[in-house]
């Protein structure tokens, strides 16, 4: 059984940064699923924060993100991160991990892409950006 739990979300002030973690388990071909992390504020749709791909790594942010968050996978299996910086009150959202094998790695190489084509979603943490 495949399964997501992130960790690492928390209140902090603008300008201030956070890592979010993404532990994994249950995956076969683990260096094979894209992987992507979304967010959702109260009364917005999620949208997608970056992703990165299977197979190649490649990276992909939103413009709104750009330059202040990176994600990686970890040195040990089954990990993804998203490190976070220079936070402003905008990034308040509740931040899921998602994976997807239904989107290749081709695809997954050209954007973040539609969070429908990801099959499994973590609970979500909640990061809070005071002002």
């Known amino acids: 059984q495949v399964q997501l739990v992130e960790s690492g979300g928390g209140v902090v002030q603008s300008g201030g940064s956070l890592t979010l973690s993404c532990v994994t388990s249950?995956?076969?071909?683990?260096?094979?699923?894209?992987m992507g992390w979304f967010r959702q504020a109260p009364g917005k749709e999620r949208e997608g924060v970056s992703a990165?791909?299977?197979?190649?790594?490649?990276?992909h942010y939103a413009e709104a993100v750009k330059g202040r968050f990176t994600i990686r996978r970890g040195d040990a299996k089954n990990m993804v991160y998203l490190q976070m910086n220079n936070l402003k009150p905008e990034d308040t959202a509740v931040y899921y991990c998602?994976?997807?094998?239904?989107?290749?790695?081709?695809?997954?190489?050209?954007?973040?892409?539609?969070?429908?084509?990801?099959?499994?979603w973590g609970q979500g943490t909640q990061v809070t950006v005071s002002s």
């Open positions: 998602a994976a997807t094998r239904r989107y290749s790695p081709l695809t997954m190489r050209h954007g973040i892409n539609a969070p429908a084509g990801y099959d499994s």
């Open positions: 249950g995956f076969t071909e683990w260096d094979y699923y894209g």
């Open positions: 990165i791909s299977g197979a190649d790594d490649t990276t």
